[in-house]
């Protein structure tokens, strides 16, 4: 079980283990009323699928054709990660394919997309609906030339984790800026 504090190393992770064999995936959120008994549901959760084996135990488990699996938990978000082989454990139904695309919905303000990119490489780009929402957001600033609201809105897209998906979303924005900077008549600096 891996409790992740920040959203890159929760990125960082999932690319890693999808990419050795991690196959399938479950993706479960904490309900609100249950967020202070946290600890005790990652538990019962570690325990039903077995996350905390050792690598000698995983590798017998390998071999024998039984199914390894990986618990990560981010804030309310939990997912389970789950090797190919028999199962053992019950509701083996929810777990889902990696199919190349993998939906993280992080909060109701950003979710973010797992895909493999032309190279075949796992990287991340902010969900098309969502970047449509903040690229409409900075527009209103520059309309109403509200630099608060602005530069709030920099730091909050700044402080994505940077892979090449969203790298080219970064740089999609900053061609619109220069473009609203021109029509709002705005000298605002942009960070990334």
């Known amino acids: 079980m891996k409790i992740y504090e920040t959203l890159t190393e929760l990125c960082q992770a999932l690319p890693k283990y999808i990419g050795n ?17 946290t600890a005790q549901i990652l538990k019962r959760l570690s325990n039903t699928y077995q996350t905390e084996l ?18 990560f938990c981010y ?4 997912i389970i990660l789950k090797t190919p082989g028999t199962e053992e454990t019950e509701n083996e139904t929810d777990f889902k394919t990696f199919n190349g695309s ?19 490489v796992l990287t991340y780009r902010i969900e098309r609906e ?7 957001m900075f527009e209103q600033s520059f309309k109403s030339k509200n630099g ?9 897209f700044d402080n994505l984790p940077y892979y090449k ?10 061609r619109d ?12 600096k942009l960070t990334f």
């Not at 969502?130 to 409409?136: A, P, V, W």
């Not at 800026?177 to 605002?188: A, D, G, L, N």
């Open 130 to 136: 969502t970047f449509n929402r903040m690229r409409s």
């Open 177 to 188: 800026f220069k473009e609203w900077q021109k029509e709002h008549k705005t000298k605002w």
């Open 21 to 37: 064999g991690y196959k399938y995936y479950r993706i479960t959120r904490i309900p609100p009323e249950k967020v202070s008994k």
């Open 54 to 71: 050792t690598q000698g135990k995983r590798q017998y488990r390998r071999k024998k054709g039984l199914s390894n699996y990986s618990l």
């Open 148 to 156: 608060k609201k602005f530069h709030t809105l920099v730091k909050m």
């Open 75 to 78: 804030r309310d978000l939990v």
């Open 102 to 120: 993998l939906s993280l919905v992080i909060s109701k303000y950003l979710t973010l997309i797992l895909y493999r990119d032309e190279r075949g």
């Open 165 to 174: 998906g969203i790298g080219h979303q970064k740089k999609q924005l900053i």
